[in-house]
């Protein structure tokens, strides 16, 4: 969540600028409080006059009178409390009167008007049938705006401007070229009111449905994704490897900047083309991971960003020597922050195009290098055994208003974006939240996902933000990618899988705007969202505690603590750990919310009656509802917030194993399950809890262990970490904290074999809440469960969790007299310790080392 307020900051909030004026200009109104909901209908504020007063929508050739209509927004239960309603009846002059200065009037008072749902109203019934963007017959392109309240839109192609028609039904804008037109590079000129500025304005945009860019975004250009000469070699004929059901994902979410930048065996660092490298140290590890599991790779955002710097001549570069520098110093990231606006590096949620490949990852930006080179990604990483994530930022734009990043609302001004009552631009997602309830935006978000699918092979979506999605919106993308087949589009659409953040908060939380795709609104849809259930407790604490040090089940809360007052006492850590483990149980389940087991405190209860800071710990309806994970890009690395967890003088090796089980805890819950790429070898941005804007120096990947881990790189950027510098500053300069090569290798390797026996054995993978209820148990929870220590039984599967730093025996006096043995990949795997689990089956006892994750097979 904090990258989303530092990203706002970098981004910087679209501020108005001036376009070219076409009329004088007029005063401007208080805000927009007045909403035109429907062809008839408009809500005006209670507190804005008096309603037995005459009330007028004034436009540029005369006025609407409007009627009061009490209780007239049965239809609009939000607006209903605050607002009355009137009809307005326009005798047909609706369309005119929405494409000029439009103001509401009352006793003097003037405020502004939001109309998207008049547009819906008017305009989306043909207008969401419509083809929009270039768009091909016989090799002739036809060039399609939505533009329903521009004045007058025309062509920029390649120097030279072109009319073009509009449809009245639609509001679309269109005109068709020749062949000539292919590859040519085009804007449009929007000439519309703009009610940031007050006035008409000519807007020269580009193309929000463009499928190529030049260099920078500066132009569209007239592309046909179906041209062969896009296709690489094979591109058509591409076998993926076969696609495993979302409830089985295992996924590892990556950065393609992360991936190679640092990478001296990579012939493309940094770039799509890294993914085609098959002997970089890399794709080598990726291509291990594939074999113990791991089905997907989950691509940070590669549409096309507004912050980087296309063009490598354009990107800055640090000028200090930050090797040189101690570990603990502030003085690499001050250097790194006087060029972080200017330099390569980004994650990338600040949308520009959302479907065109961004270009400073491609070897030339300007043209359509990034979309062949963005195939070939996909290629390569099929060839060694994974499939494509897309992570897609729907939810919001770069900028809005007259901004020069602003697109969708130089194009249809007040539409695209989320209004607030007063007419302001809704800002909880970080920056100008779109508004995918209405209708074409909605439409943008379901055509773009298709053309990635289709056109690009894209095997799986995470939606960002998508709590700010009204679920119709996502199910419509899920429906949308049904359609979608091997025979006409090239693509099975139903082995698509999405999964997104169902988070709840901001304008639109607990339903209020619409029914939101949330956690709990997405159970049972077969979309997943993430859950923060298990990492919690997993990690401990909570992203926003002051103190980083709050520890969970994985960093030693009170079976080894690390002194932090933020601890409490004795009792209150074990009561802390026992509630922990609790809602471990819950996602190991797959976080279902039905499923009945004995808590701690020895009650019968469902996975929906445990609490989580308020909330039901359990809100799935079956398997594959909940994604399990122990980090991801947001917030401090696994590595980082043990390090701050563990107590200080735990040694490396034991800290590499505290790692593993947080690792295993999620990887085999019932349901997917996601790790951030390098967290196997346990990757480190030196204690950076948003590293958004941090450069390579802090988020590279380091696949040779002999480069270190990432750990002891300076303090990390002091805007997002200042406050936690007096605990970080100790820690960096401490040497025994970085792991050495035999630690990292062993982790990496244990965490393998762990995601072996999740992905070959059916225990984890059961397909129903019933099947789970049946076979899946946790035989030693209750009042006399061990603080630290999990055990459950899945089939003929028993595994033991320990995450004290000693061993534990477990008796399960069920299994007394019934043959046991550790699971043969661990038996004869790498994990030395591991081996000396064992099981007495006279009394079905198992005992396990300390910081440990041990599976065991019946014989």
């Known amino acids: 969540m904090k990258r989303l307020a530092a990203l706002a900051a970098a981004i910087g909030l679209a501020m108005p600028t001036t376009g070219t004026a076409h009329a004088a ?89 939001q109309i998207p749902g008049v547009l819906d109203d008017l305009y989306a019934p043909a207008a969401t049938r419509a083809k929009l963007g270039p768009a091909f017959s016989n090799g002739r392109p036809t060039l399609s705006l939505w533009a329903p309240t521009a004045q007058r839109v025309t062509l920029e192609l390649d120097g030279r401007t072109v009319p073009m028609r509009r449809d009245a039904a639609s509001g679309v804008w269109s005109v068709t070229g020749d062949r000539g037109w292919t590859g040519r590079p ?31 975004s500066a132009r569209s250009l007239v592309t046909d994704l179906t041209d062969p000469a896009l296709a690489p070699a094979g591109w058509r004929t591409l076998r993926k490897p076969t696609a495993v059901p979302l409830r089985d994902a295992q996924i590892q979410e990556l950065h393609v900047r992360d991936f190679s930048v640092a990478d001296r065996t990579s012939r493309h660092p940094g770039q799509y083309l890294a993914f085609t490298d098959r002997d970089s140290a890399g794709m080598r590890h990726l291509s291990e991971l594939a074999g113990a599991g791991t089905s997907y790779v989950h691509l940070l955002p590669v549409f096309d960003m507004a912050t980087v710097p296309e063009r490598r001549a354009d990107q800055a570069v640090p000028g200090c020597d930050l090797a040189a520098l101690p570990a603990d110093s502030e003085r690499q990231q001050e250097c790194l922050t006087k060029t972080a606006a200017r330099d390569a590096y980004n994650w990338g949620y600040d949308p520009l195009h959302y479907t065109v490949p961004e270009g400073s990852y491609a070897s030339d930006p300007d043209g359509t290098r990034r979309t062949v080179e963005f195939r070939r990604m996909v290629q390569g990483l099929a060839g060694a055994g994974l499939r494509t994530v897309m992570d897609v930022v729907y939810n919001h734009t770069a900028a809005s208003g007259q901004d020069d990043r602003s697109v969708l609302d130089r194009i249809v001004p007040g539409y695209y974006h989320r209004l607030l009552d007063d007419g302001g631009v809704a800002t909880s997602t970080c920056c100008a939240g779109t508004a995918p309830e209405h209708a074409m935006m909605g439409k943008l978000v379901v055509d773009s996902v298709v053309t990635w699918a289709k056109e690009y092979k ?50 639109a939380a607990n339903d209020a705007r619409f029914v939101q795709a949330t956690q709990k609104n997405m159970a049972g849809t077969g979309i997943a969202t993430f859950s923060d259930r298990s990492r919690d407790a997993i990690r401990g604490g909570g992203p926003f505690d002051d103190d980083p040090r709050v520890q969970g089940f994985a960093s030693g809360l009170f079976t080894d603590p690390n002194g932090s007052p933020a601890g409490g006492t004795r009792d209150e850590q074990r009561a802390r750990l026992l509630h922990a483990q609790d809602l471990i149980k819950v996602g190991l389940t797959g976080n279902l919310a039905d499923y009945r087991f004995t808590d701690s405190t020895g009650r019968s209860v469902r996975g929906a009656d445990v609490d989580y800071n308020g909330s039901p710990a359990g809100y799935a309806a079956a398997p594959g509802d909940a ?67 941090s450069g390579d120096w802090f988020n590279a990947i380091h696949w040779d262990c002999a480069e270190g881990n990432g750990f002891g790189r300076g303090l990390p950027p002091a805007a997002d970490n200042a406050a936690k510098w007096p605990y970080a500053k100790p820690l960096l300069a401490d040497p025994a904290l970085r792991p050495g090569c035999p630690t990292v290798t062993a982790a990496s390797a244990a965490y393998r074999d762990l995601l072996r026996i999740r992905t070959t054995e059916k225990a984890f993978s059961r397909p129903t809440a019933q099947a789970v209820q049946e076979t899946l148990s946790f035989p030693l929870s209750g009042k006399d469960e061990t603080p630290g220590v999990i055990t459950m039984r899945a089939g003929d599967l028993v595994v033991v969790l320990n995450a004290t730093p000693q061993q534990q025996s477990q008796r399960v006096g069920a299994l007394a007299g019934t043959g046991y043995a550790l699971h043969p990949v661990q038996a004869h795997g790498s994990d030395a310790v591991v081996k000396s689990a064992s099981y007495e089956a006279g009394t079905g006892t198992f005992s396990v080392p300390g910081r440990t994750v ?3 097979r019946r014989n």
Do not use: C
Request: aromatic share 8%; net charge neutral; charged share 20%.
């Open 25 to 113: 200009e007029h005063p401007t109104p208080a805000h927009a409080k007045v909403q035109w909901l429907d062809q008839h209908t408009v809500a005006w504020p209670k507190s804005l006059g008096n309603p037995t007063h005459p009330h007028h929508l004034v436009h540029d050739r005369g006025s609407f009178a409007l009627t009061h209509r009490p209780g007239g927004l049965a239809k609009y239960p939000r607006l209903a409390a605050t607002h009355d309603a009137f009809r307005v009846d326009a005798h047909g002059q609706e369309r005119t009167a929405l494409r000029g200065r439009l103001v509401a009037e009352t006793d003097g008072l003037t405020t502004g008007v």
């Open 186 to 216: 085009y804007r449009y000129a929007v000439t519309v009111w703009a009610p940031a500025v007050q006035k008409v304005v000519t807007n020269h945009v580009t193309d929000p449905y463009s499928t190529a860019l030049t260099a920078d």
């Open 458 to 507: 894209v095997d799986g979506f995470r939606f960002d933000l998508m709590g700010h999605h009204p679920k119709a919106n996502v199910l419509a993308v899920r429906k949308a990618l049904d359609a979608l087949t091997v025979a006409r589009d090239g693509v099975d659409g139903k082995a698509v899988i999405l999964y997104g953040e169902g988070w709840n908060f901001g304008e």
């Open 627 to 693: 994604l399990s994970y122990a980090d991801a890009h947001d917030n401090e690395t696994l590595h980082d917030a043990l390090a701050y967890k563990l107590p200080p003088s735990t040694p490396a090796a034991d800290r590499a194993r505290a790692q593993v089980l947080a690792m295993a805890t999620a990887a085999l819950s019932q349901g997917p399950a996601l790790s951030q790429a390098g967290t196997d070898l346990l990757r480190s941005k030196s204690l950076d809890r948003n590293s958004y804007d």
């Open 854 to 856: 041990a599976v065991f």
